[in-house]
């Protein structure tokens, strides 16, 4: 009975312990997990076909195969399918193995073998492959994208302070095309400013972007629903790409991205690792001529390269890129608005419907924009202003003339001032008159509330009217007397009249008592 036939890389080991290293038929048959009769019989097949050791380079494992197993007489030799061409085919979409034996039986006919034997043979050959390169990605389907574990070094000409660039790396899975870049840290700037220069180095967009739990791009890793950073999140709808994180705890989600860390830390990084940088620009520049380098540096085992594979593969299956580059925006989340219905970012105040007073709100803003939004729904939108301590107000956000809303308005403060002394009151009602609505008064008038409360009536008096006495009735004056003690000092300067300021938006606790009355 002729022996049960062996898969060829372990014939190829057979072969070489014995006739290589010249170990008997039982030790080989031990070291092989065989039988020392499958071991007689494939050194006499091999005897047979006229082989020795070392093997021809060129002779792969369909052709050794067939020298070892030849067709019975009278019986054709059997077509060897393209083992690299089925490969390559099935990373494109909706191709199939069966179809491709399909193809190949109507190529070569009864010559061809059957679709098991066709399956069998294509398994025996990929299995030669590297683990990552085995993995079967459709063209155009996935990003992979991380941090390396190794940095590079940017040393600065005039001080000679040495910083540590972190390299950010992203490989297509189809072609395992490779983009690396040195970054100026691995905060959420420089995370998606990477992924917005790798869209435009690989000339497109993938379906699927597969990044690690890194904080830049995941605020709340989890199985099944984890929380991408908002940012992050609104880049990849400005793309149209879906952000799918790899799993915690498994690694094969992400092997080519730690395959292509691997080959960028060795062909990359380490050729430019004695060489000096004196800026990131110039780091990179380094960097892009080793990247070309290692995209056009040919497989081991298959035909082609890195660049080849993606102009054939992943570059007619990526997304186009859009119009216009996104522009990364700054979030803040869960801030409050004042009762002035105003709330503060980037020491400017912006307005929102005066409905959300005491209500929380997140806030995106650009270079050029400032915008809230409440439960999802944006609420407002403003030209972002730089000018600090100012305030943005829409005329539609504002109340009804007078109009109470919620537990503040301008008479109680306007009273309570009163309660606290008639300096006081003149420090609010200046602070109301200085504004272009009595509401924009609000926040000041609260901070006076919390001074009063921690320094006590008599000393938030008192430092109001050393306030006025320097021409200065103000929040931060008052705050600024209070924190120093000056309101204990003797006041050398005349103090000003007290009598309430005249002005049409400052008519005293009366006027707005009425108003009140009337809209009720």
């Known amino acids: 009975m002729p022996a049960k036939r062996l898969p060829m890389r372990k014939t190829r080991e057979i072969l070489r312990l014995r006739w290589s290293l010249g170990l008997s038929l039982r030790e080989t048959a031990l070291s092989c997990g065989v039988g020392p009769s499958t071991v007689h019989e494939v050194m006499a097949r091999a005897t047979a076909a006229g082989l020795s050791w070392p093997l021809p380079e060129d002779l792969d ?13 009278g019986r054709r030799d059997r077509a060897v399918p393209n083992f690299q061409h089925i490969y390559r085919e099935l990373k494109r979409r909706g191709v199939t193995l069966e179809l491709l034996w399909q193809e190949y039986r109507q190529q070569h006919g009864e010559q061809g073998y059957g679709y098991s034997r066709f399956c069998d043979l294509y398994r025996d050959w990929r299995g030669q492959l590297d683990v990552v390169m085995r993995q079967e990605h459709v063209a155009g389907e996935k990003l992979f994208v991380d941090f390396a574990g190794m940095s590079m070094a940017v040393v600065a000409q005039s001080t000679g302070e040495v910083t540590e660039c972190p390299i950010f790396v992203a490989a297509l899975g189809a072609s395992s095309f490779t983009y690396a870049e040195a970054c100026e840290g691995q905060d959420k700037g420089s995370w998606i400013e990477a992924h917005i220069h790798t869209y435009d180095y690989i000339g497109g967009v993938s379906a699927i972007t597969v990044p690690d739990n890194l904080k830049a791009a995941v605020t709340r ?21 879906t952000v799918i994180p790899a799993r915690v705890r498994h690694p094969r989600d992400k092997a ?33 001529e ?27 299956a990526l997304k186009p890129l859009p119009v216009a580059r996104f522009e990364l925006p700054e979030w803040k989340v869960n801030l409050g608005v004042n009762i002035d219905y105003h709330f503060e970012f980037d020491f400017h105040f912006y307005s929102v419907p005066y409905q959300l007073v005491g209500q929380r709100i997140d806030v995106r803003a650009t270079t050029t924009i400032v915008e809230a939004f409440h439960k999802g729904r944006r609420v407002a939108s403003h030209l972002r202003s730089r000018k600090r301590g100012g305030f943005t107000t829409d005329p539609g956000h504002r109340p009804d003339s007078h109009r ?28 109301m008159r200085r504004k272009p609505h009595p509401e924009q008064g609000f926040r000041s008038t609260l901070g006076l509330i919390r001074l009063g409360d921690r320094y006590g009536s008599e000393s938030l008096e008192a430092a109001c009217r050393r306030a006025r006495a320097i021409a200065s009735p103000s929040y931060r004056s008052v705050r600024s007397i209070l924190k120093n003690g000056l309101e204990k000092q003797p006041l050398l300067i005349t103090e000003p009249h007290t009598t ?13 008592n009425a108003k009140e009355e009337c809209s009720a």
């Open 61 to 73: 494992e369909a052709a050794l195969e067939a020298r070892l197993y030849p067709p019975p007489p």
């Open 221 to 241: 890793p989890d199985l099944y629903e984890p929380d991408l950073n908002p940012a992050y999140r609104e880049m990849a709808e400005h793309y149209g790409t």
């Open 256 to 288: 080519k991205v730690e395959n292509a860390v691997q080959q960028v830390e060795r062909w990359v990084l380490a050729p430019l690792r004695d060489q000096t940088f004196f800026s990131r620009a110039e780091l990179n520049r380094g960097m892009r």
């Open 290 to 316: 080793r990247l070309e380098w290692l995209n056009d540096r040919p497989f081991s085992r298959l035909e082609g390269s890195r660049r080849s594979w993606w102009r054939d593969l992943d570059r007619p």
């Open 404 to 431: 109470r809303y919620g537990e503040w308005t301008p008479s109680r403060l306007i009273r309570w001032a009163e309660k606290t002394g008639p300096q006081t009151a003149a420090v609010v009602e200046e602070i």
């Open 500 to 512: 309430p300021i005249d002005h049409e938006n400052i008519r005293g606790a009366d006027y707005y």
